[in-house]
């Protein structure tokens, strides 16, 4: 939405999370300092990038004859590197059985710390290695994402992001649920092997190079748009600049995006977070997820704290005495759907405490998808997008 109302005026594009603040920049303002040659080049010729690479070069070694081994109808080593989770959660104590990828693991661990890179640099091999893209793609991301980050171009930092929602070999391709390669009696699943093998076969610098020029060719009108990562209450209290219009899109599910996409949290913003614990083991074994600690909830995907949320929001934009454009969704009790945190009705109630006029408008043949996989989709009938014109 931002995209395209930019092309007709300036823009305050507001999320809470960086990582979209960082593409809402890119699509709104464009014009990375650099060129794709150049980049190109400049990742040809990354020592950092190169140190990393021969670090992990043991891991990548073993997952590469685990890929052939794979394809000769072996798949347990494979099995064992998708169990082994992420570096960043390994402890000496907890280190895989395996003889083969424990040494690989070992060696690879010892040539990461041995370079005295800060964690942000490896961010990406320690925290999402083997658990949501090969080791070696890990290594080009992180040297990808570092670049970007060295030289402030949200351009770069947005085609990084867009490379790794591409690679992520994971359900529903989305940082939530790592692949589990057996069933529930331990068995290895064979179907889902060629998927991993091609997934983890793409070259992430190829990938992103692709995405980097999609980025550059987009049309730019202006570039005084304003990006920002703050929660809706701050920036409405003290805009960045007054708009005439507001147009907001809160979550109306429980489902906190956060959860889906920590892993682009992380790259956008560059640091080397903890990881969250589960409600397994008594809470001390960390999430399979490799969740980041801290992660944002949304208020709008918490029942209890949903109305204050709204009301917030209404009155917030109705104090800047503007119109507002919230975007939701109805809701069919009858399918699978998932429930709505407020029902449509008592959002409605509450924008009109706030608005003389609450105009209600159903977009026919737009039905909203939940994930990138159709069988993990539930039912969209009954749950087209609505919008409500507050004036």
């Known amino acids: 939405m931002s995209r395209y109302l930019s092309q007709h005026r300036r823009v305050l594009a507001v999320d809470v999370q960086e990582y979209g603040r960082v593409l809402a920049e890119a ?18 010729d990354d020592d950092r990038g190169q140190a990393i690479r021969r670090a992990v070069e043991p891991l990548i070694r073993f997952e590469n004859e685990a890929a052939k081994s794979a394809m ?13 989770g992420n570096l960043a959660s390994l402890s000496a104590n907890n280190f895989p059985i395996s003889s083969q990828l424990s040494k690989a693991v070992h060696e690879s661990q010892g040539r990461i710390d041995a370079l005295a890179l800060s964690g942000a640099e490896t961010v990406c091999v320690r925290h999402f290695g083997g658990q949501y893209f090969s080791y070696a793609q890990a290594v080009e991301l992180d040297a990808i994402a570092d670049l970007a980050r060295d030289h402030r171009n949200s351009v770069m930092l947005a085609a990084a992001l867009s490379t790794a929602s591409h ?32 997934e983890r076969s793409l070259s992430a610098r190829s990938v992103f190079m692709g995405y980097l ?39 109306y599910t429980r489902d906190h995006y956060s959860r889906f996409y920590h892993s682009l949290e992380t790259i956008a913003l560059g640091d080397d977070p903890l990881i969250t614990n589960s409600n397994l083991g008594g809470g001390k074994l960390q999430s399979r997820g490799g969740y980041r600690a801290g992660r944002h909830q949304s208020p709008f995907c ?36 998932r429930p709505r945190v407020m029902a449509l009705d008592a959002v409605i109630d509450l924008a ?29 009938n009954g749950t087209t997008e609505i919008l409500l014109l507050c004036r």
């Open 27 to 44: 699509v709104l303002n464009g014009h990375p300092t650099w060129s794709a040659a150049l980049v190109e080049k400049s990742l040809s």
């Open 72 to 84: 000769r109808g072996d798949i347990e080593p494979l099995c064992q590197l998708l169990e082994l």
């Open 167 to 198: 690679l992520v070999n994971s359900i529903g391709k989305q940082f939530a649920q790592p692949i589990r390669p057996r069933d529930k009696f331990g068995v290895p699943k064979r179907h889902i092997v060629k998927k991993i093998l091609l």
């Open 213 to 251: 020029r999609q980025y550059e060719r987009l049309a730019v009108n202006r570039h005084d748009h304003v990006a920002v990562r703050a929660d809706f209450r701050e920036i409405l209290a003290n805009p960045t600049f007054k708009p005439a219009v507001v147009y907001a899109d809160p979550p």
């Open 302 to 337: 918490i029942k209890s704290e949903a109305p204050a949320a709204f009301s917030a929001l209404f009155g917030g934009v109705a104090a800047l005495n503007v119109p507002l454009v919230l975007s939701y969704s109805g809701y069919d009790p009858s399918t699978e759907a």
């Open 352 to 380: 009109r405490k706030h608005f003389a006029q609450v105009e209600v408008q159903q977009l026919m043949n737009l039905e909203h998808m939940k994930l990138n996989k159709t069988s993990l989709n539930k039912a969209a």
